[in-house]
């Protein structure tokens, strides 16, 4: 059985609480969980609300983002982390997402250095709490966010980690259109810690802009398809946002979602 989840990114708007209840009225089994709607809500009311919910944690999302080069800044955001890894395991989560940050002022090579070094530091936590981290790239208009452009540099930049507990994540809106996306879905597979699913439309101008799965143009079928055969068994987070999701309204793009979830192994 393919796992999937819902977002709660997908509910933007809404508050923990109102996720949580209409998620299990309509049926979602397992939820991507926010950070910062669990720190809203407040972690031990957020947690007993989970557990009385009965909805499974597939990712905490999203961690991370390093000062790159700030020791201070480093320091910081690794205390941080750790922190997430610990919310992360007792929520229940498989993962946890991070981002590597950067600093514009370094190469990409020495923005590795750095990054390295900070999650090989997180990994004795991560080992710890049976947590996996999930590194995740970024679009060049995010920059910031992640010194890290495509998924294929993800996989590389994890693969020399070499830990079980640090694995990519596959954000298919940004990933769909790489070079050797199949050939790293086929032969890498195993790296890949998470998916992250979307839709978007050729031409859309903003990189959180996205759609209903089956709604935009991304071959999703063919991606999904292609790392079931290559053996991946993880889970599958609806992530959506953006103005069309705002203006449908959370009430029908969830249903539709999972429906169209559905219909992508038929």
């Given at each position: 059985?393919?796992?999937?989840?819902?977002?709660?990114?997908?509910?933007?708007?809404?508050?923990?609480?109102?996720?949580?209840?209409?998620?299990?009225?309509?049926?979602?089994?397992?939820?991507?969980?926010?950070?910062?709607?669990?720190?809203?809500?407040?972690?031990?009311?957020?947690?007993?609300?989970?557990?009385?919910?009965?909805?499974?944690?597939?990712?905490?999302?999203?961690?991370?983002?390093?000062?790159?080069?700030?020791?201070?800044?480093?320091?910081?955001?690794?205390?941080?982390?750790?922190?997430?890894?610990?919310?992360a395991a007792e929520?229940?989560?498989?993962?946890?997402?991070?981002?590597?940050?950067?600093?514009?002022?370094?190469?990409?090579?020495?923005?590795?250095?750095?990054?390295?070094?900070?999650?090989?530091?997180?990994?004795?936590?991560?080992?710890?709490?049976?947590?996996?981290?999930?590194?995740?790239?970024?679009n060049p208009l995010?920059?910031?966010l992640s010194f890290?452009?495509?998924?294929?540099?993800?996989?590389?930049?994890?693969?020399?980690?070499?830990?079980?507990?640090?694995?990519?994540?596959?954000?298919?809106?940004?990933?769909?259109?790489?070079?050797?996306?199949?050939?790293?879905?086929?032969?890498?597979?195993?790296?890949?810690?998470?998916?992250?699913?979307?839709?978007?439309?050729?031409?859309?101008?903003?990189?959180?802009?996205?759609?209903?799965?089956?709604?935009?143009?991304?071959?999703?079928?063919?991606?999904?398809?292609?790392?079931?055969?290559?053996?991946?068994?993880?889970?599958?987070?609806?992530?959506?946002?953006?103005?069309?999701?705002?203006?449908?309204?959370?009430?029908?793009?969830?249903?539709?979602?999972?429906?169209?979830?559905?219909?992508?192994?038929?």
């Open positions: 059985m393919r796992r999937y989840s819902i977002n709660q990114i997908t509910t933007l708007r809404w508050p923990f609480e109102r996720d949580l209840e209409f998620f299990v009225g309509v049926g979602v089994t397992s939820i991507g969980v926010s950070i910062s709607k669990v720190e809203e809500c407040g972690v031990g009311r957020a947690s007993l609300l989970l557990r009385n919910s009965g909805l499974r944690v597939s990712c905490l999302t999203s961690s991370g983002v390093f000062p790159l080069g700030d020791t201070r800044g480093e320091d910081l955001a690794l205390e941080q982390t750790e922190r997430h890894i610990e919310l929520l229940g989560a498989d993962c946890l997402l991070v981002l590597p940050g950067n600093n514009v002022q370094l190469s990409w090579e020495e923005s590795a250095v750095h990054a390295k070094r900070l999650m090989a530091k997180l990994i004795p936590a991560a080992s710890a709490s049976r947590i996996r981290l999930a590194i995740e790239s970024a995010q920059a910031e890290l452009r495509s998924f294929d540099e993800s996989l590389d930049f994890v693969s020399e980690l070499n830990s079980p507990w640090v694995g990519a994540a596959l954000a298919v809106h940004e990933a769909w259109g790489e070079r050797r996306l199949y050939r790293n879905i086929r032969y890498r597979g195993e790296l890949i810690a998470t998916v992250q699913l979307s839709d978007v439309k050729l031409g859309t101008p903003s990189v959180s802009d996205r759609m209903v799965l089956g709604d935009g143009d991304v071959p999703l079928r063919r991606i999904c398809r292609a790392l079931s055969e290559s053996g991946y068994r993880g889970w599958y987070d609806i992530e959506l946002i953006g103005p069309k999701i705002e203006a449908e309204g959370y009430e029908t793009v969830v249903p539709r979602a999972m429906q169209r979830f559905e219909e992508l192994w038929v």
